[in-house]
């Protein structure tokens, strides 16, 4: 993990762990660049925490569709392939997976404060598409 991934997921789980929804969404509203620049930091980090060895020759891509209390519908994406990620704001043509969630509990997965199949058996994310695929991508990122 690079050292801008490793700030931001730390600053991310000091701010979101042990609260609940209501407070995750107000800290993202309150930063000074609100919930798309928090969106924007963590998938531009997303890439420095890829672990190319694990994914192996995987190819698959991730459309994240999070929506944060303000009914704005914010798209996302992480596009994995020949030893590398991608990530960014906006949509992946043909996604293998598409995955649909609150902004608190994408965080919360993001930096493990929530088990993603916690979340998936409790309906908090929805998931569509490979479901193989998506059950894998999280062992592919490094935590510090």
């Known amino acids: 993990m690079n050292q801008a991934s490793a700030v931001a997921f730390h600053e991310i789980r ?3 762990e042990g609260q609940t929804a209501e407070s995750i969404h107000s800290y993202a509203a309150a930063r000074e ?3 798309d620049g928090l969106l924007d930091l963590v998938f531009a ?3 420095g925490a890829f672990l190319p060895e694990r994914a192996g020759d995987q190819r698959v891509s991730f459309q994240y569709i999070l929506s944060a209390g303000d009914g704005i519908e914010r798209r996302y994406f992480a596009v994995v392939a ?3 990620c991608e990530a960014g704001k906006g949509d992946t043509e043909s996604p293998t997976v598409v995955m649909t969630m609150d ?3 994408f965080l ?3 930096v493990g404060t929530m088990a993603p199949v916690r979340a998936f058996l409790t309906r908090k994310i929805k ?3 490979e479901m193989m695929a998506a059950t894998k991508f999280e062992s592919w990122f490094a935590r510090p």
């Open 108 to 110: 919360q997965v993001l």
């Open 127 to 129: 998931v569509s598409g």
């Open 103 to 105: 902004l608190a509990v």
């Open 33 to 35: 660049d609100g919930v």
């Open 82 to 84: 020949d030893g590398r």
């Open 14 to 16: 000091a701010a979101i």
């Open 45 to 47: 980090n997303l890439p």
